[in-house]
């Protein structure tokens, strides 16, 4: 289990990390051409063709609604083309994701520390008069806790 859940952290950090670099390489790109080029993205309909694009791009990677919200701004003439929209969605895109993946490790850190394997718990369990469930199910099937008194009795006579 340590194992599955290390290689999906690894390959969790490998994605993002690809993502984000592409998304904050394309956003920084198209507000520096927002300001150098403003000439020709200031074309209504070539303009809004440009930002819708980019708008899809940005989504299609990040898969933010928050970031395309922030990035329809761009959409609105003169006010758009000042405002550097898409990297700063980008940057909170990143923000965002950091801390979710912060608070997964910490999940799963926790998770495996809490985990006993089923021989384990059944030797612990022998050696009180309850049977405490490590993982919180309480709604096993019934041979299953059935099993496990079973073995608690006989190995106590």
Do not use: C
């Not at 980019?54 to 006010?79: D, H, M």
């Amino acid at each position: 289990m340590k194992l599955v859940n290390q290689k999906k952290s690894n390959q969790f950090d490998q994605t993002f990390g690809a993502r984000a670099t592409a998304a904050l390489s394309i956003s920084i790109v198209v507000d520096a051409l927002d300001y150098i080029g403003a000439p020709i993205f200031a074309v209504p309909i070539v303009g809004d063709i440009v930002d819708a694009t980019v708008i899809a791009i940005l989504y299609r990677l990040t898969g933010s609604k928050t970031s395309t919200a922030i990035n329809s701004i761009e959409l609105i003439p003169f006010i758009g083309d000042m405002i550097p929209a898409y990297t700063v969605s980008t940057l909170l895109w990143i923000l965002k994701e950091s801390t979710r993946k912060g608070r997964y490790q910490n999940n799963l850190l926790a998770n495996q520390s809490n985990y006993t394997g089923p021989n384990t718990r059944i030797n612990h369990d022998s050696e009180q008069r309850n049977i405490i469930y490590s993982d919180g199910n309480t709604q096993e099937k019934f041979s299953t806790r059935a099993a496990r008194l079973y073995a608690l009795f006989r190995k106590r006579g």
